[in-house]
């Protein structure tokens, strides 16, 4: 069946950290992939997302690429500041449905 | 477009009461996904509607929980009776079928407490 699995948190880092957020897929097809992020008290936002292999989606310095060979979607950012600290979720997209990973916190520190 | 929007933001109820969840989607969207977060179980999807058809309501935890979308514009999620275990962040989303795999669209969800 369709499963994402993403690291479990909470992850932190103090500002200006380099962050790597891992996240694997099982899907059949040719899922499109992505990363919602959000922020205490608000609904998910789409963060970054990518549609085929190879493609790297990127927004606010965040990028993650599709890597089928891996079955994978990682995501990083070469220096997070506070205002990130959010919950981070991967999911993938068939036709229809959209199926999420449980989430990874995280927490930057000055 | 203002988005999804869901209302009410926060719903405190007695248990035992009858809990009405009320979204509006994105006009124009096809699918619309009611979901459930805890931080004991996480971001949960429980049941979806394509065309205002609802297909899969495998997720719905049990019978007092039902979910109805009578048109393109409005669909509710109802609780009766409702019960403290209910107590979550209930999120509603729309997505357009596209001509891809497209994103969903989340509102800012309703906070419902159940004493």
């Known amino acids: 069946g369709n499963s994402v699995t993403q690291m479990e948190g909470p992850v932190t880092l103090s500002e200006e950290a380099f962050l790597t957020i891992n996240c694997t897929y099982t899907a059949t097809g040719y899922p499109s992939l992505f990363w919602y992020v959000q922020y205490p008290g608000e609904g998910l936002q789409l963060l970054l997302k990518?549609?085929?292999?190879?493609d790297k989606g990127s927004n606010k310095g965040f990028e993650a690429t599709y890597r089928k060979e891996t079955t994978s979607f990682h995501l990083e950012k070469g220096s997070v500041q506070v205002s990130d600290s959010a919950v981070y979720f991967c999911a993938h997209s068939g036709y229809s449905t959209l199926t999420f990973g449980k989430g990874t916190m995280l927490l930057v520190s000055p | 477009d203002a988005g999804v929007i869901q209302s009410p933001r926060h719903e405190v109820t007695e248990m035992g009461q009858e809990v009405t969840l009320r979204c509006k989607p994105i006009?124009?969207?096809?699918?619309l996904f009611w979901y459930r977060q805890t931080m004991m179980r996480g971001l949960e999807l429980l049941i979806y509607?394509?065309?205002?058809?609802?297909?899969?309501d495998s997720g719905m935890p049990e019978d007092r929980f039902s979910a109805k979308m009578p048109n393109a514009s409005f669909s509710t999620l109802k609780i009766q009776p409702s019960e403290p275990r209910d107590s979550a962040v209930y999120f509603c989303a729309s997505k357009d079928r596209g001509l891809g795999n497209t994103e969903a669209f989340f509102g800012q969800g309703t906070r419902l407490t159940v004493v």
């Open positions: 509607f394509n065309n205002n058809v609802p297909i899969d």
């Open positions: 006009s124009g969207h096809d699918y």
């Open positions: 990518a549609t085929k292999a190879d």
